[in-house]
């Protein structure tokens, strides 16, 4: 093959082999008389294996690929440009330059332009990740609130598809009453998990069936709606419970100090940058939710880390 004809650097490997061993991915041992070295997967190492139980090997591939890789050389410049405008022009609108994100300018095009053309492998690698989050974050929102307390009530899922997350929980919580909503175009063709009741409607038309507590996974993402939407959404929600009802939202959230993050929290101050590069908007930081809920009528009784740096628990109770 190939792989066997092609040298191999000894020294140059040995040297890399022991540094990640050093970050804990290989453990290191000596097999004979002669002291030979010997390599071997980690219990941390064992997760990047692709096809296991928890495949964070598409995290990888994704993150480091060239596309992404060649990007982060471009951020300094995307900071502070090397190209200025008069200050006549930027006032009135004209000459004023647009700028280019580091993934175009380190590809030449868009993300959305890269994968969507013939770029097979990282289109694969990319979809590979999202699979990945999507799942970690389902288990996130299973085990990161005590649903059985909403035993008998009726929890209605807003945005919610074609019913995925609420058929998981109805399959751990039977008691509870599951309900998903969403356009009426998305649910209109779907078959409901077992368990769960769809609904289609509009929710800035007033279209929210009866419920006890709404939940929310990604739908009050920036890229889908400016404040005013945002803040009419959640004045909905509000307006469709009843006394001592609670919304219960599933997103991102930066801490307002950086210095004090740990775990997940610090983990998506990474993943937020990543965004960054590729134009996606900023995650919200702990005030800006609690700006949200007060504009909406509402408040944060608590937010709280999950296993999922991306999936935050927010829950917003009536002001």
């Given at each position: 093959?190939?792989?066997?004809?092609?040298?191999?650097?000894?020294?140059?490997?040995?040297?890399?082999?022991?540094?990640?061993?050093?970050?804990?991915?290989?453990?290191?041992?000596t097999?004979?008389?002669?002291?030979?070295?010997?390599?071997?997967?980690?219990?941390?190492?064992?997760?990047?294996?692709?096809?296991?139980?928890?495949?964070?090997?598409?995290?990888?591939?994704?993150w480091?690929?060239?596309?992404?890789?060649?990007?982060?050389?471009?951020?300094?410049?995307?900071?502070?440009?090397?190209?200025?405008?008069?200050?006549?022009?930027?006032?009135?609108?004209?000459?004023?330059?647009?700028?280019?994100?580091?993934?175009?300018?380190?590809?030449?095009?868009?993300?959305?332009?890269?994968?969507?053309?013939?770029?097979?492998?990282?289109?694969?690698?990319?979809?590979?990740?999202?699979?990945?989050?999507?799942?970690?974050?389902?288990?996130?929102?299973?085990?990161?609130y005590?649903?059985?307390?909403?035993?008998?009530?009726?929890?209605?899922?807003v945005?919610?598809?074609?019913?995925?997350?609420?058929?998981?929980?109805?399959?751990?919580?039977?008691?509870i009453?599951?309900?998903?909503?969403?356009?009426?175009?998305?649910?209109?063709?779907?078959?409901?998990?077992?368990?769960?009741?769809?609904f289609?409607?509009?929710?800035?038309?007033?279209?929210?069936?009866?419920?006890?507590?709404?939940?929310?996974?990604?739908?009050?993402?920036?890229?889908m709606?400016d404040?005013?939407?945002?803040?009419?959404?959640?004045?909905?929600?509000r307006?469709?419970?009843?006394?001592?009802?609670?919304?219960?939202?599933?997103?991102?959230?930066?801490?307002?100090?950086?210095?004090?993050?740990?775990?997940?929290?610090?983990?998506?101050?990474?993943?937020?940058?990543?965004?960054?590069?590729?134009?996606?908007?900023?995650?919200?930081?702990?005030?800006?939710?609690?700006?949200?809920?007060?504009?909406?009528?509402?408040?944060?009784?608590?937010?709280?880390?999950?296993?999922?740096?991306?999936?935050?628990?927010?829950?917003?109770?009536?002001?």
């Open positions: 093959s190939n792989l066997q004809r092609r040298k191999v650097n000894r020294d140059g490997l040995l040297r890399i082999m022991r540094l990640i061993v050093a970050e804990g991915v290989l453990v290191q041992s097999a004979n008389s002669e002291q030979e070295i010997t390599f071997g997967l980690s219990a941390k190492g064992k997760l990047l294996r692709s096809g296991g139980q928890r495949d964070l090997a598409s995290v990888v591939l994704h480091m690929e060239a596309p992404l890789w060649n990007a982060w050389a471009e951020l300094p410049n995307y900071i502070v440009g090397d190209c200025t405008v008069g200050q006549d022009a930027e006032e009135s609108g004209k000459g004023r330059v647009k700028d280019v994100l580091p993934f175009e300018k380190a590809n030449g095009m868009s993300s959305d332009e890269y994968y969507c053309q013939d770029n097979a492998e990282s289109l694969k690698n990319a979809n590979a990740f999202v699979r990945y989050i999507s799942n970690e974050e389902e288990k996130a929102v299973l085990s990161g005590n649903w059985a307390k909403l035993s008998g009530k009726i929890l209605l899922d945005g919610g598809h074609k019913g995925k997350v609420m058929g998981l929980i109805a399959s751990k919580y039977p008691e009453k599951c309900r998903s909503f969403d356009l009426p175009e998305i649910v209109s063709s779907a078959t409901a998990p077992e368990g769960v009741e769809l289609g409607g509009d929710i800035f038309q007033g279209d929210l069936p009866s419920c006890d507590v709404i939940f929310m996974k990604h739908f009050l993402d920036k890229v709606w404040e005013m939407q945002t803040i009419q959404i959640l004045s909905s929600c307006d469709a419970l009843p006394d001592g009802g609670q919304v219960i939202i599933a997103e991102a959230v930066l801490p307002d100090d950086c210095s004090s993050a740990t775990g997940t929290n610090r983990l998506h101050l990474y993943i937020d940058v990543l965004f960054l590069l590729v134009g996606r908007e900023a995650a919200r930081t702990e005030s800006e939710w609690s700006d949200l809920a007060e504009k909406a009528g509402l408040r944060v009784d608590w937010i709280t880390a999950t296993s999922a740096p991306s999936c935050y628990i927010i829950v917003l109770s009536k002001a």
